[in-house]
Every structure is written in structure tokens, then in C-alpha cells.
């Protein structure tokens, strides 16, 4: 498929992939056949972006409370 090659050459997701793994980094990586990196592709999954990095940076606040009990 033209879409996921465009994403793997551009995006390098095996090389990020691996660097996570290395890291100890957590990550959730959505590869969808089909898809690319377009705005109808993201936003399927932006909803959950934004409330994963508003948790972190309210996370020792109450408003990080508020947020993650949402």
C-alpha cells in the first residue's frame, strides 16, 4: 500500500517503535492499513491524545484529578 510506505519512509515507525522499546518507553502506535497520517487518520484518535498529555501535566494538581476522573 502507497499510504503505509509514505508513513514508514517519512515517519520512520519501526526505528521509533524500537526506540521506545529500548527506552522502557510505553507507546501506543496506530498503524491502519489504509490509512495515513491526514487529518480524518488523527483524528480518530485526538480525543484520547489530548487527555493523555493534559493527565500528565495536571497530574500533581487538582485539576489533573478533575481531568482523569472525566
Request: aromatic content about 12%.
Amino acid at each position: 500500500m502507497q499510504n503505509l510506505t509514505v508513513l514508514a519512509e517519512q515517519l520512520y515507525l519501526d526505528e521509533f517503535e524500537a526506540a521506545c522499546n529500548s527506552a522502557g518507553q510505553p507507546l501506543t502506535l496506530h498503524r491502519n492499513p489504509g490509512c495515513n497520517h491526514g487529518y480524518y487518520f488523527i483524528s480518530t484518535f485526538m480525543g484520547d491524545h489530548i487527555t493523555y498529555h493534559a493527565q500528565t501535566l495536571y497530574a500533581d494538581t487538582s485539576e489533573g484529578s478533575k481531568i482523569i476522573q472525566a
